[in-house]
């Protein structure tokens, strides 16, 4: 416990009043809160808001897509039910690629980002891209009464600038995060996981007293407050910082020096990154997670409420949580990483191979064993334990990224190389999931 008992001679003399008085008490409290810790809050706030935009539409389309004799839709209006019309097989191919449009581009512009990040910083391409997904949100329920092509145009856009935000967090990483801390801090990449949990029993809620256009207005309220926390608090580099402690300052470039200011010059080496072989070690790998994990998040509410049945709060409830549980293992899986290193159980590279394989062979084993299983109970723990394990990449190939890449912009370029590739599985999945899937039978329960 601290020691608050201060001698003084005259508190006159010794102690600020009035204005200096709070002035000086909250540069103590700013004192007390590391900036790293500032950064992990925003990165980990960020993606959270980030994919509270994106997966919104997941959720709310059970909606906008109206069932006949659905009594989950009984209390929307005929105006709010945009893709009411049509053969069965043409609203789902219509959903499918509403679902997948946010994804073509969301790809295409991966390269995009590692190079806006290079030229411009992390704090405008984050924000930036942050603020255009905001405001289409905001515009997503007018689009979506003009027609359902506009729809796509705007999550089109959402896509791309969505797509710029990973490159740009990669590429701050190297400048702000030791090695040493390093697998702890890609935990808070993993506020997409809190994001996604907290999306669908928000959207069930919202869906069930307004209707489905006040979610996109939810979430695009909550981008623009995000925003500005952001502009406030996010700098390019710890020297940039204008609140960060000389001890922290001196620490993280103590820590960091070696890895950034050995390639702090060297112009991205993208015919390099091209040719390397971890490189496409990272994306090929990935690409089977990517695929594997979008099942969950883009297809995981729809099979909870046209194929299980539930209504849209416990749709809503069972969709999320898993999600929310993954960002718990990632913090436990990312700090088990990192004492591994710290203490030399395991060489870096080994304990990136052990916690991809764990990412990527226990949930592939256990999706097969989803279609075989007659009882619900155990499917939910099943799909529970499956969308858990994903999460331990982001102390595998993930966190490789930066262990290849620690330069400022190059991690970002690397990242961006990964992305184009493993990220084409995000709109893969959806497409492959809708035309495959032609016939919803109701499950017994």
Known sequence: MFNSRVSYSSPQDDVPTGREGREAQSSVLRDKIPARLVLYFLSWSGFLVSFMMRNDMNFALVAMISNDNSTQNQSLNKSQQILGTGTDDQKTIVKSVVISSFYWCYVLSQVVGGVATE??????????????????????????????????????????????????????????????????????????????????????????????????????????????????????????????????????????RKEVNSSVKVKVPWLQIFKSIPAWAIAITTFGRIFVHYIFIVNGPTFMGNVLKFNFETNGFLS??????????????????????????????????????????????????????????????????????????????????????????????????????????????????????????????
Not at 137 to 165: D, E, N, W
Not at 166 to 184: D, F, K, N, Q
Not at 386 to 396: C, E, H, K, P, R
Not at 420 to 426: K, N, Q, Y
């Open 119 to 256: 030229l411009f910083g992390t704090k405008c391409v984050f924000g930036w891209s942050q603020l255009a997904t905001a405001l289409c949100s905001f515009m997503m329920p007018s689009a979506a009464q003009l027609h359902y092509i506009a729809v796509i145009v705007l999550r089109s856009i959402q896509g791309f600038a969505s797509g710029l935000t990973w490159p740009a967090m990669y590429a701050i990483v190297g400048y702000w995060i030791p090695l040493t801390e390093r697998s702890r801090f890609m935990s808070s990449f993993q506020g997409f996981s809190i994001g996604i949990g907290l999306t669908y029993p928000l959207c069930g809620f919202i869906l069930s007293e307004w209707g489905w256009p006040y979610i996109f207005y939810t979430t695009g309220t909550l981008g623009l407050g995000w925003c500005i926390l952001w502009y406030f608090l996010a700098f390019n580099t710890p020297r940039e910082h204008p609140r960060i402690t000389k001890d922290e300052l001196n620490y993280i470039e103590l820590n960091v």
């Open 320 to 445: 999320g949580v898993p999600f929310i549980c993954s960002y718990i293992s990632s913090v436990l899986f990312c700090y088990i990483a990192d004492k591994i290193v710290l203490y030399k159980v395991l060489s870096l590279t080994n304990v990136r191979k052990l916690f991809t394989a764990l990412s990527q062979i226990i949930p592939g084993v256990l999706i097969y064993c989803i279609g075989y299983i007659d009882n619900v109970y155990i499917l939910l723990t099943v799909w529970f334990i499956a969308v858990i394990f994903i999460t331990a990449s982001y102390a595998g190939a993930m966190a490789n990224i930066i262990d290849l890449a620690p330069n400022y912009g190059h991690s970002a370029a690397v990242l961006a190389f990964c992305q184009t590739i493993h990220m084409s599985a995000s709109f893969i999945s959806p497409l492959t999931a809708g035309f495959i899937v032609t016939q919803e039978v109701k499950y017994r329960i």
